[in-house]
């Protein structure tokens, strides 16, 4: 499986803004869902948002629903997170995930985004994370 690659992370002050890419090089993500983790020393990988192919529909944790947007273009194979209004407990190293087996097409098929976050340790591919520090 071809890793991913995410960059764009950083240090910003609350309030603040960042773009997240993630880049598959060499394998299409076409019918993958894509996803975005974070996770913080000592704690659980959580999700923050996925969308799934074909239609793209998105999910996003309610801890970042109306500051977080994600956008797919197939045709260069990346994948964005856009974040505005950054508070401190943003702060988290951000993980990019590609899937197009059984559990995005279980998502797919009920939208149950609660089953795919449980199951993030069986995604097909994963990036290896860019840090997220916002400062207050």
């Known amino acids: 499986q071809v890793p991913l690659l995410e960059s764009g992370g950083g240090s910003v002050q609350a309030g603040g803004s960042l773009r997240l890419s993630c880049v598959s090089s060499?394998?299409?993500?076409?019918?993958?869902?894509m996803a975005w983790f974070r996770q913080t020393p000592g704690k659980e990988r959580e999700g923050v948002s996925v969308v799934v192919p074909e239609g793209g529909r998105t999910f996003y944790a309610d801890s970042v629903l109306g500051r977080f947007t994600v956008s797919r273009d197939n045709a260069k194979n990346t994948f964005y997170l856009q974040m505005n209004n950054l508070t401190p407990e943003d702060t988290a190293e951000y993980y990019c995930?590609?899937?197009?087996?059984?559990?995005?097409?279980?998502?797919?098929?009920?939208?149950?985004?609660?089953?795919?976050?449980?199951?993030?340790?069986?995604?097909?591919?994963w990036g290896r994370g860019t840090q997220v520090t916002v400062h207050s």
């Open positions: 995930a590609a899937d197009g087996g059984p559990v995005c097409q279980t998502l797919r098929r009920t939208g149950r985004v609660d089953l795919f976050w449980q199951a993030w340790r069986v995604l097909n591919r």
């Open positions: 060499g394998q299409s993500i076409s019918i993958d869902c």
